[in-house]
């Protein structure tokens, strides 16, 4: 989900390969033809923990993210489903809540975002997630750290709806009477991932040219300063990869994607299912 999905050792692992194939104009040493390729190569040419770089700033953000995330869920899923189909199941109503949730979650989690992938690119030039925020606050302001962050919203509102809408859809498929069964959130919080992240792809690419400002792409298209604005963002990404380059990195994504949502929808549900049982027990023990 958007970023929740770094909960995930493997998502984790995968996030370098993702930032370097949706490079629009990799260095030759830094373009790879597969998922497989890249994660080999990077761990031969640049040590076994490169793929865990930004892991750090990832993690430090992701817990309040989240906390605020799903809270917000829960708690506007709930109303609406309450007000349109009168405590049922309302897919617009998930849909809705997913989004705002999203708003609250991307303010907390665009600034990690960029520093992990900065830190994530060829070649970079950050040792540290301290110097990398030192660097770009210096280089160029506060304001890099959310130069991203419509375009983020842009992709994860889109992501967020098909990704909760197929979640609760798939749920009813495989579990229609929303017990805990760990197969099922497991297998529907994949199905959720997958679809949500190649549905939102090009907009991901977007996202990545925006937060890295890949320097070799845009002084090709003799582009001083730096890059801002989604609008800018996919013209530039057209005019430097045509159709296709809207759609780099697809793979990676997918993959990255299905491991992530599907624990994190698990460990969700787990704790759900824990502290609703837990209330339960301590209301029938009076």
């Known amino acids: 989900m958007g970023s929740s999905t770094e909960l995930s050792s493997f998502g984790i692992s995968c996030c370098v390969p993702q930032t370097r194939m949706q490079s629009l104009q990799p260095d030759p040493k830094a373009q790879y033809r597969s998922v497989y390729e890249a994660l080999k190569k990077i761990v031969l040419t640049e040590g076994f923990w490169r793929p865990l770089r930004g892991i750090n700033v990832t993690m430090l953000g992701a817990g309040p993210a989240h906390a605020m995330y799903f809270a917000c869920y829960e708690k506007i899923k709930k109303s609406l489903s309450d007000t349109i189909q009168h405590g049922g199941n309302s897919h617009l109503a998930n849909g809705i809540a997913g989004s705002v949730a999203t708003l609250l979650h991307d303010a907390v989690m665009n600034p990690a975002e960029v520093v992990k992938q900065r830190m994530q690119m060829f070649n970079s030039p950050y040792k540290s997630v301290l110097q990398c925020v030192r660097t770009v606050r210096r280089t160029e302001g506060l304001g890099a750290f959310y130069r991203s962050y419509t375009t983020q919203l842009t992709m994860n509102v889109p992501f967020q709806a098909i990704h909760f809408i197929t979640y609760e ?14 197969l099922s959130h497991v297998f529907a919080g994949g199905v959720a991932g997958a679809v949500a992240a190649a549905a939102t792809t090009p907009l991901d690419v977007c996202k990545t040219l925006l937060n890295t400002q890949e320097n070799t792409a845009l002084s090709s298209l003799n582009i001083s300063g730096h890059l801002s604005g989604m609008v800018n963002a996919f013209r530039t990404v057209y005019k430097l990869g045509g159709i296709a380059g809207y759609f780099r990195g697809v793979q990676a994504r997918v993959i990255y994607q299905i491991p992530s949502t599907a624990i994190a929808w698990s460990v969700y549900e787990f704790f759900k299912y824990f502290l609703t049982k837990h209330k339960l027990e301590k209301r029938t023990s009076f």
């Open 169 to 182: 859809f798939m749920q009813e498929q495989v579990n229609p009477r929303r017990e805990y069964n760990p």
